[in-house]
């Protein structure tokens, strides 16, 4: 176990305090602050904890059990620094409920990918353990999301999420400022396709990788929102509003399995 914060101190990224959780031990990580109010209220009665930084937090009530929805900004080294905090305050298990480009056909928009593990094309997750150390997902968590998505009737799919620092080169678009993608990323979508991977996104791996070097439980669930084997672009709002009543129903199921008392 790792130092935990006296329960009034206000930890100075996240701007919340142990007491404001009562004793949650469950945490919704949404990269996007504007996801968190509708997520909490997906669960059931929520209210505000506060906002600092790309940091929004909510607390709800999932059927007697509080549960901690905190933003974490887009990217590594913000997922980082929330989940050595939220760590410190006594959060024990993390979920990862993001947006999501696929890369193989079967995978449409609107779908859900539960992430089981992610490649490490991201840096900070280096500073936690060397390159050849596996970003892996917690497996009692990952089958809580999968049996979620069953009951809440949702098309998911299971695979490994390519987890990049950046959303054009690394991810191989070419609609960015300059067109250029620099050679290492040539190709790499292709690559990563024909080994199987199934999405891109941006967290998934730091989040494995760091809550795995604490010895806490992290799992990732994703609502697909661009479709890369037709296009580069992001999917309009309906296809938002799609993949996130997705995610919202299967983390809910999946909360309800895992807090069952
Ligand atoms: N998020 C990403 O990182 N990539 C996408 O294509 C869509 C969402």
Redesign the pocket.
């Known amino acids: 176990m790792g130092k935990l914060a006296k329960k009034n101190e206000i930890l100075y990224h996240i701007g919340i305090s142990a007491n404001m959780l009562k004793g949650a031990k469950y945490a919704l990580l949404p990269g996007d602050p504007g996801r968190v109010e509708a997520l909490a209220k997906a669960l059931g009665p929520a209210e505000f904890l506060g906002s600092h930084r790309e940091y929004t937090s909510w607390l709800a009530d999932l059927e007697g059990n509080p549960i901690l929805i905190c933003s974490t900004g887009m990217g590594g080294p913000s997922v980082a620094i929330g989940v050595e905090e939220l760590a410190r305050l006594g959060i024990t298990h993390f979920i990862r409920v993001g ?3 696929s890369i193989q056909e079967k995978v449409n928009l609107g779908d859900v990918v539960i992430n089981n593990a992610a490649v490490r094309l991201e840096g900070t997750s280096g500073h936690y353990a060397p390159i050849e150390f596996p970003a892996v997902a917690d497996l009692q968590l990952t089958n809580a999301l999968v049996e979620g998505a069953k009951k809440a009737k949702v098309k998911y799919h299971v695979g490994i999420s390519i987890s ?1 620092d950046t ?1 054009w080169p690394g ?1 191989e678009r070419y609609d960015s400022f300059t067109g250029y993608v620099p050679r290492r990323f040539q190709g790499s979508c292709a690559e990563w396709q024909q080994l199987g991977a199934t999405n ?3 967290e998934a791996a730091t989040l494995f990788i760091v809550a795995q070097s604490f010895g806490l439980a992290a799992a990732c669930v994703c609502g697909v ?2 479709k ?1 084997t037709k296009s580069e672009k ?1 999917a309009p709002k309906s296809v938002y509003k799609k993949a996130s009543a997705a995610f919202e129903a299967t983390v809910k199921e999946a909360l309800l399995s895992v807090t069952k008392k």
């Open positions: 947006t999501t480009g990049s959303f991810q891109y996104e941006m929102v661009a890369r992001v």
